[in-house]
């Protein structure tokens, strides 16, 4: 029986690439460069801060998407600052982190029908969790889920930068479940790439559907249990599965 349907934030409830993402993050680049600046701190040219921050953020990047333990953006940020000899507050590294963060939650939008899918699982009864991998902190995207009306749906939200590992590290699925008191087989899952929100879910025994997204990289290796590309389309698989079950 399905009691617990979990979802990826960014491209499938969300849409967070409406720009392309390297533009995106050198905005956010360009903004702590200006806010360390206004704080009167010596820092090199703004191509230069570019630079070092990019190979800075791609080597912690490669890293991470090895490891599956996160990076995140606060401790690369102050990272940064420590190399260019800047002396931080916790209260200024918060807003280094809001800086970086504000071009690309400017642009974020909601899918059409997300809050429709929501009410009507919420009206089933099923419990509704989310868990994103993200650097960023998890207060920040809850302002985000606030800000399109759809936080209140959700009995757990889970952020890979608040827990320190990323998907498809199974403890950050099992951190959810336990926290929805639902077993795996018990749960859906819901998202838009394939290792991250289809394989990762399965290897603990839940269900994979998998949101189409064209340009994400396959893996041959790993089936969805379900596809869909929008999703309403959702609600009549779940019917199914749940017909199944009571069969």
Same mark, same amino acid.
């Given at each position: 029986?399905?009691?617990a349907?979990?979802?990826?934030m960014?491209? %499938?409830?969300l #849409?967070?690439?409406?720009?392309?993402?390297?533009?995106?993050? +050198?905005?956010?680049?360009?903004? !702590?460069?200006d806010e360390?600046?206004?704080?009167?701190a010596v820092? *090199?040219? +703004?191509?230069? @801060?570019? $630079?070092?921050f990019?190979?800075t953020?791609?080597a912690?990047?490669?890293?991470s998407?090895?490891?599956?333990l996160?990076?995140?953006?606060? !401790?690369?940020l =102050?990272?940064m600052a +420590?190399?260019?000899?800047?002396s931080?507050?916790?209260?200024d !590294?918060?807003?280094?982190?809001?800086?970086?963060?504000?071009?690309?939650?400017?642009?974020? =939008?909601i899918?059409?029908d997300?809050?429709? %899918?929501?009410?009507h699982?919420?009206?089933?009864g099923l419990?509704?969790?989310?868990?994103?991998?993200?650097?960023w902190?998890?207060?920040?995207h809850?302002?985000?889920?606030?800000?399109?009306?759809i936080?209140?749906?959700?009995d757990h939200?889970? @952020?890979s930068s608040?827990?320190?590992? +990323?998907k498809?590290?199974?403890?950050? @699925?099992?951190?959810?479940l =336990?926290?929805?008191?639902v077993?795996?087989t018990?749960?859906v899952?819901?998202?838009? $790439?394939?290792r #991250?929100?289809v394989?990762?879910?399965?290897?603990?025994?839940?269900l994979?559907?998998?949101?189409? $997204? *064209?340009?994400?990289e $396959?893996?041959?290796?790993?089936?969805?249990?379900?596809q869909?590309?929008?999703?309403?389309?959702?609600?009549?698989?779940?019917?199914?599965?749940? #017909?199944?079950? !009571?069969?």
């Amino acid at each position: 029986m399905i009691k617990a349907v979990l979802f990826d934030m960014g491209s %499938t409830l969300l #849409e967070f690439e409406n720009h392309p993402w390297e533009e995106l993050l +050198r905005q956010g680049v360009d903004a !702590v460069h200006d806010e360390l600046g206004a704080r009167g701190a010596v820092l *090199p040219a +703004r191509q230069e @801060f570019q $630079r070092q921050f990019q190979e800075t953020y791609a080597a912690s990047w490669k890293q991470s998407e090895e490891s599956f333990l996160e990076m995140e953006i606060r !401790v690369l940020l =102050t990272g940064m600052a +420590r190399l260019l000899g800047v002396s931080l507050l916790e209260e200024d !590294v918060g807003y280094l982190v809001r800086a970086h963060y504000k071009p690309i939650s400017a642009q974020v =939008t909601i899918y059409a029908d997300t809050v429709d %899918t929501l009410t009507h699982l919420q009206a089933r009864g099923l419990k509704l969790g989310l868990i994103s991998n993200t650097v960023w902190p998890g207060y920040l995207h809850h302002e985000d889920l606030q800000r399109f009306g759809i936080f209140h749906f959700f009995d757990h939200l889970l @952020f890979s930068s608040d827990i320190g590992v +990323r998907k498809p590290h199974p403890r950050i @699925f099992q951190t959810a479940l =336990t926290a929805l008191g639902v077993a795996p087989t018990e749960a859906v899952f819901v998202g838009d $790439r394939f290792r #991250e929100d289809v394989g990762g879910p399965q290897d603990l025994g839940m269900l994979g559907v998998w949101k189409e $997204r *064209p340009e994400r990289e $396959r893996d041959p290796h790993i089936v969805p249990d379900g596809q869909i590309l929008q999703l309403l389309e959702l609600l009549p698989l779940l019917d199914r599965w749940m #017909e199944r079950n !009571v069969a």
